[in-house]
């Protein structure tokens, strides 16, 4: 029977880094981007919602002075202000893979290899760019005050989510086919049968982002080899991510276009985090759940490899005593 590796990672020590690196990863998309958006869109209703100038109705009608009549793209600052934040948080994660020490790469990586959470959010980071910057770069021949704008710059969230699940889909369906690398995918090496997305996550974010470095990568793919029920537990985690990730990237999809405007920015970038929460705790549950089922599964091998070693040597001892009682004093 093949042990357990131990994880040399515990989220006991690290309640303190993970609550700040969630209160980073929270407050620019929630806090930031909506008081922003709601405190220029209503705060600063003469303003002209993208090019950044007064509309004529409306500065007639409240007679605005020119000295207030200054450029001040209201859609725009908050997307900006996100991009920055963004920009920052691949800065720092790219700084630490391309270190000369390879602490933080994948297994046996180039310098400049990356890891596949990166590749990810470098792909992520495109398409939601391609989204704003299409939805900003559109006027407003239609006349509706911006109002399509406002409905496609609060997809960004739901978009991640269905990104994020067909990457899972794929790799599930690579995994459950047996279908082998044909080149070096993070720390797996070419003919390895791929994994589940969740594998890869988990695998470049405590590493990196949570500090687990190249000694945490390494004690993640042995239990991976050894363990059946963590392999199982790994699957399940991305059948479930997966599958709620799209429910919920369809139902806020949905959401975005039916509720009225004023709310759809707010329910946009905020209401997805509420379902994730939910999923977080799920997964807590569930993984501790998994891994005593896997300790009990292994003490009851150990008892069972015990016994048949008992047995053994007691059938062994009864094949010597007839002999041994024959032998004359």
């Given at each position: 029977?093949t042990m357990?590796?131990k994880l040399?990672?515990?989220?006991h020590?690290?309640?303190?880094s993970?609550a700040?690196?969630?209160?980073i990863?929270?407050?620019?998309?929630?806090?930031?981007n909506?008081s922003l958006?709601y405190?220029?869109?209503y705060?600063?209703p003469?303003?002209?919602?993208?090019?950044?100038?007064f509309?004529?109705m409306?500065?007639?009608?409240s007679?605005i002075?020119?000295?207030?009549?200054?450029?001040?793209?209201?859609?725009t600052?908050?997307?900006?202000v996100l991009?920055i934040f963004t920009?920052i948080?691949?800065i720092?994660?790219?700084?630490k893979l391309?270190q000369?020490?390879?602490e933080?790469?994948?297994i046996n990586?180039p310098?400049y290899g990356?890891?596949?959470?990166?590749?990810?959010?470098?792909a992520a980071?495109i398409?939601?760019s391609v989204?704003i910057?299409?939805?900003?770069a559109?006027?407003?021949g239609?006349g509706d005050?911006h109002?399509?704008?406002?409905?496609?710059l609060s997809l960004?969230t739901?978009?991640l989510?269905?990104?994020?699940?067909?990457l899972?889909l794929?790799s599930l369906?690579?995994?459950g086919?047996?279908?082998k690398?044909p080149?070096?995918?993070?720390?797996?090496?070419a003919?390895?049968?791929?994994?589940?997305?969740v594998f890869?996550i988990v695998?470049?974010v405590?590493?990196?982002?949570?500090?687990g470095?190249l000694?945490?990568r390494?004690a993640?793919n042995?239990?991976?080899e050894?363990?059946?029920?963590f392999?199982?537990?790994?699957w399940m985690?991305?059948?479930v991510?997966?599958s709620?990730f799209y429910i919920?990237?369809?139902?806020f999809?949905?959401?975005?276009?039916?509720l009225?405007?004023?709310a759809?920015?707010?329910?946009g970038?905020a209401g997805p985090?509420?379902?994730?929460?939910?999923?977080?705790v799920?997964t807590?549950?569930?993984?501790?759940?998994?891994?005593?089922?896997e300790?009990?599964?292994?003490?009851e091998?150990?008892?069972?490899?015990s016994?048949?070693s008992?047995?053994?040597e007691s059938?062994?001892?009864d094949?010597?005593?007839?002999l041994?009682s024959s032998?004359?004093?």
């Open positions: 029977m357990k590796t040399p990672y515990t989220l020590t690290r309640y303190r993970i700040t690196a969630w209160t990863i929270t407050i620019p998309p929630i806090f930031i909506l958006f405190g220029l869109w705060g600063r003469a303003m002209d919602r993208i090019a950044g100038i509309s004529p409306v500065q007639k009608k007679q002075s020119s000295h207030d009549n200054q450029p001040f793209p209201v859609l600052i908050p997307t900006a991009g920009a948080s691949i720092e994660r790219v700084y391309v000369v020490s390879p933080y790469r994948p990586s310098r990356l890891d596949i959470f990166q590749w990810g959010y470098f980071v398409l939601i989204l910057s299409s939805a900003l559109r006027g407003d239609d005050d109002e399509l704008q406002t409905r496609l960004p739901s978009i989510m269905f990104f994020l699940a067909s899972t794929i369906v690579l995994n086919f047996g279908m690398l080149f070096r995918f993070g720390s797996s090496v003919g390895t049968i791929v994994n589940p997305a890869y695998e470049d405590v590493a990196v982002d949570g500090s470095r000694e945490y390494k993640w042995l239990r991976y050894n363990s059946l029920v392999r199982k537990l790994i985690m991305s059948v991510w997966m709620a919920f990237a369809g139902i999809t949905a959401l975005v276009f039916l009225p405007r004023v759809v920015y707010g329910v970038w985090f509420i379902p994730a929460g939910f999923l977080a799920w807590t549950f569930y993984v501790r759940s998994a891994l005593k089922r300790e009990e599964e292994e003490a091998n150990r008892t069972s490899d016994s048949n008992h047995a053994g059938l062994q001892s094949e010597r005593a007839p041994l032998v004359s004093p």
